[in-house]
Every structure is written in structure tokens, then in C-alpha cells.
């Protein structure tokens, strides 16, 4: 199985006639989850990897080709250039896919990074893939429902900077929803395509008076599945 997403597709240099040697490469897709931040920068290994500055809610717009191997991992706010969250030694290994989420607020930030195991997902008919990130601060522990026609719901009680797995649900409308049992009650349906991969962004301030800052849910493709023998 393989994995075509939004446009790129993990690729190493061609070998040229001076016969320069294939550059093997991961891919990284970084999210803006951290609510008071407007912008922020992620860096590895004192190189950016985005040109502008990611907006609250905003996210890569797809996996970025990265050098493989251990390396520091930085979240930096882009306007006062201050690093407000990194993670040391974090290793990238060639040929995969991670997910980096920057989250939190108040001067207390965290980065989530997960490999995707994009890899590991199979063609199926009539069927997508769905995981959530659970990137609500100040939210406690929260229920969340995912329900699609004919598949059954999938209900996790669910804690800030959690990252469940991907899970094969009947392609169509989808409903997701997140609850707790003080100032939450979220919900959103959208329709997923099949053997299209989705990551679902619980976000927000449960206190924000700006609607661009209060809780909501997002959704981002991470790709679709594809068969490498067809």
C-alpha cells in the first residue's frame, strides 16, 4: 500500500550524471494549536522549515521534506522570535511521516509529535481514515464521539494532547463531538471521502470571547490511500 497526500509525496534527489547520491528524506506536517499564539515558527536543527509564520489554527498545508535522523525540535513565537516550547532529541526516521501539534497557552506549551504510520493503512473499500488531537487547554478530561453511518461510534474519553490512532470508518458524513461536563458541547459532521486519511483538530479556549479563539473543530487530509500495484 501507499500514500498519496495533498500534492507531495515523500521523494529523493535523482541521481545526476555526476552520480550524487540519493538524499533520503521524512516527511513533517506542523499544526498552530497553541491558542494566544498568532504566529509561530517550527524549526529543526536551527533551520526553519516554514517561510510564514502559522496562524492559530493553521497547519503546513501538507508534509514538508526534512532531513532524516535525531534532531531539536522548536516551536518559536514569530513576532517576538522567543522559542516557547522545543523538544531535544526527537528522531525522524527516513521515508516516514510525523505529525508535529504545538499546543497550550499561558506561557505553557508543549509539542506533540507522532510518526503517522501512514504506511500501515490499507485500501478499503467504502471506507475512510479518521484520527483526533485533542488540543483544548483548560478542558479537563473530555468525552469524544465519532459517529459514521453504518460503522458504529467511537467513544474515547480523551485528555489535552491526546493523539488517537487512525480508525477505518464507513466513508460519508461523519460526526464528531467533544463534551465535558463543564463548558464544552461541541460538535461538527463533515463527509469524508473514500480511503481519504483526516485528522480531526479539537481546539480552542474554552473561555475565548473572540469566536476564532473559542472551542471548535477543524479538519485537515493527510492523503489517500492508494494501491502501488495498480
Not at 498568532?38 to 521534506?65: D, K, R
Request: aromatic share 8%; proline share 3%; charged share 15%.
Amino acid at each position: 500500500m501507499g500514500l498519496v497526500t495533498g500534492g507531495m509525496l515523500l521523494t529523493s534527489c535523482l541521481k545526476t550524471e555526476d552520480n550524487t547520491p540519493d538524499i533520503p528524506v521524512a516527511g513533517l506536517m506542523a499544526f498552530n494549536l497553541a491558542t494566544d499564539k498568532e504566529g509561530i515558527t517550527i524549526n529543526l536543527s536551527g533551520n526553519n522549515i516554514n517561510n510564514q509564520p502559522l496562524a492559530f489554527g493553521n497547519y503546513t498545508g501538507g508534509y514538508v521534506n526534512i532531513y532524516p535522523g535525531t534532531r531539536p525540535t522548536m516551536a518559536i513565537d514569530a513576532y517576538s522570535g522567543a522559542a516557547i516550547t522545543s523538544t531535544t532529541n526527537y528522531t525522524y526516521d527516513s521515508s516516514r511521516y510525523y505529525s508535529l501539534f504545538t499546543i497550550g497557552a499561558d506561557s505553557n506549551y508543549s509539542n506533540i509529535i507522532v510518526e503517522d504510520g501512514l504506511d500501515s493503512l490499507d485500501l478499503m473499500a467504502g471506507k475512510a481514515w479518521v484520527r483526533f488531537i485533542h488540543a483544548i487547554p483548560d478542558s479537563g478530561q473530555a468525552v469524544i464521539l465519532l459517529s459514521a453511518a453504518g460503522s458504529g461510534n467511537i467513544t474515547e474519553n480523551s485528555s489535552f494532547g491526546t493523539v488517537s490512532e487512525f480508525a477505518a470508518v464507513n466513508a460519508g458524513e461523519i460526526t464528531v463531538s467533544i463534551s465535558n461536563d463543564a463548558n464544552i458541547n461541541v460538535s461538527r459532521t463533515f463527509a469524508a471521502a473514500e480511503n481519504k486519511v483526516y485528522t480531526v483538530l479539537l481546539m480552542g479556549d474554552p473561555n475565548a470571547t473572540d469566536p476564532g479563539r473559542a472551542v471548535q473543530i477543524k479538519y485537515i487530509v493527510n492523503g489517500t490511500v492508494t494501491d502501488n500495484n495498480n
